[in-house]
């Protein structure tokens, strides 16, 4: 048998041949093992970091720069036309939209000014801009601590990591304007060096470590609800360092935390009417939330607030924190068959009913406190009156402690509903020991409530000088936050942003 080289020695371009064809071969090989290879580089660096910074960077555009699907959506948050039957995120005057609320918080800081939440991306902005922080100009002084700040900004825990929280919250609250610019973002829910999900404010650690339990400890479900609930709960300012703090020490429903206040005889202040001595129910909505069907199977805040979503092939969260009723096909229609239509009614009829009982708590508390005031006009004594203060105490709790959550009528409209039921009660019971302390001093007749139709007029009812207030708090945000800002560039310029080699 011929072989192979007497075979090209005969036809040499067979040689040539052969030769080609291995160099096709070869090549097809080669570009094979080089698609393999990249591919695999691409899934190890789909995560590319562009810098390297600190856990206390606090400009989310900064961490952004290695994250920018879930940057750009965070960023959205700025979206403020967005708007449902009771939520969204425009910015609505809620004392106008509803006078009596001015009535209910009379002399406490909310009379002055109240508004539906636009959004994250707001939140600096809006504490600066609203009336209840004042207008510390000329060395004046804000009306609130510095404690207010505390769900505001990545900037807080960065300024606690540095002097403790205890340091921190001391003070009046524009003594730390300058240090908190940068409004809730990446660092309040991540750590740096693998963005798994942490808890940086202490008073929710420190709520669990008193009913032994451990954040640490806790499963990566509920992580995704207790980033949410480090501001999103309950709390007030305990002693005279404000000194914020969760009052969970007894339990989390209306009932337990209402007897947690009484023990301590604690009160945000003493209405400007009735003269009760008045705690207000800040936002319950993790503490709610928890008491709701949805908590009940398992769900977490980010489930329906914080949807994954999918592009090019990538999933990830969107960071577009707002009513979920904006994305109902990337949260709701993951779980449930119904049609969209359906599922915004469900949540719009739980609203509507729950909505129902709120407004006529709301009435029965207006009459009271101005009932109240009649008897006090009468000459009724501390004794006399006490009984009927504690009763609308803990009547406008239960009010507030619903109302002010504003997803409550959703989250769990049973607990709602039964919350409200107690508070009507319990608001009848003040306005029948009021109608006996006034028949007593002689008075049988309606107590009248005066025009509050609308918002300025409820505000001149409770006395306050609007014009005043907004004059001077012009005048704070022309002067005193610029300086601000300009003293924050400064310092976040000396910021260590590593750039890395890709
Ligand atoms: C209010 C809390 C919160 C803020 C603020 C926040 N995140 Fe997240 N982030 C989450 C939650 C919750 C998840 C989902 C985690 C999970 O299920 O594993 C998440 C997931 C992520 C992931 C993992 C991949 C993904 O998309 O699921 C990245 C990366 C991320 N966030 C980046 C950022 C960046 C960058 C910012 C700032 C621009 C930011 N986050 C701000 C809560 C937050
Ligand atoms: C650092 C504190 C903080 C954290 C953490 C936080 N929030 Fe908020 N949240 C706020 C504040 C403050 C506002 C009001 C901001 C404004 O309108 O100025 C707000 C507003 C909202 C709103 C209303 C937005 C709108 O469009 O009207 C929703 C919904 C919300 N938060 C849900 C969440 C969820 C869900 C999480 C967890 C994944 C979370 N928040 C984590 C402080 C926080
Ligand atoms: C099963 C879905 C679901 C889960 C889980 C959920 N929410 Fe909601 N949330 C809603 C719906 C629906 C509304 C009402 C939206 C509307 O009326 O536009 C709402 C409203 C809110 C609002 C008011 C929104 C606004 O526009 O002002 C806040 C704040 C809020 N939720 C926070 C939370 C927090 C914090 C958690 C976890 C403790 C949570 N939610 C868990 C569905 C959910
Ligand atoms: C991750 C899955 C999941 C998501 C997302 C989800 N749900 Fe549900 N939903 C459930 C489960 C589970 C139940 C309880 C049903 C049961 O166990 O029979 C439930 C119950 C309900 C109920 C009946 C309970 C009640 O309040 O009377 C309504 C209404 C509802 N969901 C509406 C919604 C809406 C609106 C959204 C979006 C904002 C939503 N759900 C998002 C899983 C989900």
């Known amino acids: 048998m011929a072989t192979i080289r007497e075979h090209i020695r005969k036809k040499p371009w067979l040689g040539w041949?052969?030769?080609?064809?291995?160099?096709?071969?070869?090549?097809?090989?080669?570009?094979?093992?080089?698609?393999?290879?990249?591919?695999?580089?691409?899934a190890v660096f789909a995560y590319q970091p562009e810098v390297k910074h600190s856990q206390w960077e606090p400009r989310s555009e900064v961490w952004g720069r290695n994250f920018p699907?879930?940057?750009?959506r965070w960023k959205?948050?700025?979206?403020?036309?967005?708007?449902?039957?009771?939520?969204?995120?425009?910015?609505?005057?809620?004392?106008?939209?509803?006078?009596?609320?001015?009535?209910?918080?009379?002399?406490?800081?909310?009379?002055?000014?109240?508004?539906?939440?636009?959004?994250?991306?707001?939140?600096?902005?809006d504490i600066r801009d609203i009336l209840r922080t004042g207008a510390p100009v000329d060395g004046q002084s804000s009306p609130m601590p510095n404690t207010c700040w505390t769900c505001k900004?990545?900037?807080?825990?960065?300024?606690?990591?540095?002097?403790?929280?205890?340091?921190?919250?001391?003070?009046?609250?524009?003594?730390?304007?300058?240090?908190?610019?940068?409004?809730i973002g990446c660092a309040d829910c991540h750590e740096a060096e693998n963005m798994n999900l942490h808890v940086p404010r202490p008073a929710l650690v420190e709520a669990f470590n008193r009913n032994d339990r451990d954040v640490e400890e806790a499963s990566h479900q509920e992580m995704r609800s207790l980033v949410c609930a480090q501001c999103h709960s309950e709390y007030y300012f305990k002693g005279s360092g404000n000194y914020l703090v969760f009052p969970w020490d007894k339990g989390r429903s209306v009932e337990e935390v209402e007897a947690y206040y009484d023990e301590r005889n604690f009160s945000d202040w003493t209405h400007g009417i009735s003269r009760a001595p008045m705690v207000k129910a800040q936002h319950p909505d993790y503490e709610?939330?928890?008491?709701?069907?949805?908590?009940?199977?398992?769900?977490?805040?980010?489930?329906?607030?914080?949807?994954?979503?999918?592009?090019?092939?990538?999933?990830?969260?969107?960071?577009?924190?707002?009513?979920?009723?904006?994305?109902?096909?990337?949260?709701?229609?993951?779980?449930?068959?119904?049609?969209?239509?359906?599922?915004?009614?469900?949540v719009y009829s739980r609203f509507d009913k729950v909505k129902e009982s709120q407004y006529q708590l709301e009435k029965l508390l207006v009459k009271a406190h101005f009932e109240a005031k009649k008897a006090w006009e009468l000459g009724a004594s501390e004794e006399?009156?006490?009984?009927?203060?504690?009763?609308?105490?803990?009547?406008?709790?239960?009010?507030?402690?619903?109302a002010n959550s504003h997803g409550?009528?959703?989250?769990?409209?049973?607990?709602?509903?039964?919350?409200?039921?107690?508070?009507?009660?319990?608001?009848?019971?003040?306005?029948?020991?009021?109608?006996?302390?006034l028949?007593?001093?002689?008075?049988?007749?309606?107590?009248?409530?005066?025009?509050?139709?609308?918002?300025?007029?409820?505000?001149?009812?409770?006395?306050?000088?609007?014009?005043?207030?907004?004059?001077?708090?012009e005048q704070f945000m022309e002067k005193v936050v610029p300086e601000w800002e300009e003293q924050a560039v400064k310092r976040e310029q000396n910021y260590d942003i590593e750039k890395l080699e890709n």
Request: hydrophobic content about 35%; aromatic content about 10%; overall charge neutral.
């Open 17 to 42: 041949l052969l030769f080609l064809a291995t160099v096709v071969v070869v090549f097809i090989l080669g570009l094979l093992a080089s698609s393999i290879m990249e591919r695999r580089a691409e």
């Open 69 to 72: 699907r879930q940057y750009d």
């Open 153 to 183: 900004s990545p900037d807080v825990p960065r300024v606690m990591s540095k002097i403790g929280a205890e340091e921190f919250y001391k003070g009046s609250w524009e003594e730390r304007g300058h240090q908190i610019v940068n409004p």
């Open 384 to 402: 006399q009156m006490q009984d009927a203060l504690m009763d609308i105490r803990h009547a406008q709790w239960r009010w507030g402690y619903v």
């Open 408 to 437: 409550a009528p959703f989250h769990s409209p049973i607990e709602s509903l039964h919350i409200y039921n107690t508070g009507i009660n319990i608001a009848h019971e003040a306005r029948m020991k009021l109608s006996r302390i």
């Open 439 to 473: 028949a007593g001093l002689g008075y049988n007749k309606e107590v009248k409530v005066p025009d509050i139709s609308t918002k300025a007029k409820a505000q001149e009812v409770v006395g306050l000088d609007m014009d005043k207030l907004n004059r001077q708090k």
């Open 288 to 346: 709610l939330f928890m008491t709701g069907i949805h908590a009940e199977r398992g769900l977490a805040c980010a489930d329906c607030h914080m949807p994954y979503t999918s592009e090019g092939g990538q999933k990830y969260t969107d960071h577009k924190i707002v009513s979920p009723l904006n994305y109902v096909e990337k949260t709701c229609l993951v779980c449930h068959k119904e049609s969209e239509q359906e599922l915004i009614q469900n």
């Open 76 to 125: 959205a948050t700025s979206d403020t036309s967005f708007r449902t039957k009771y939520n969204g995120n425009a910015q609505i005057d809620m004392l106008e939209r509803n006078p009596r609320l001015v009535i209910l918080w009379a002399d406490y800081g909310f009379s002055k000014e109240y508004n539906q939440s636009k959004g994250h991306y707001y939140a600096i902005h």
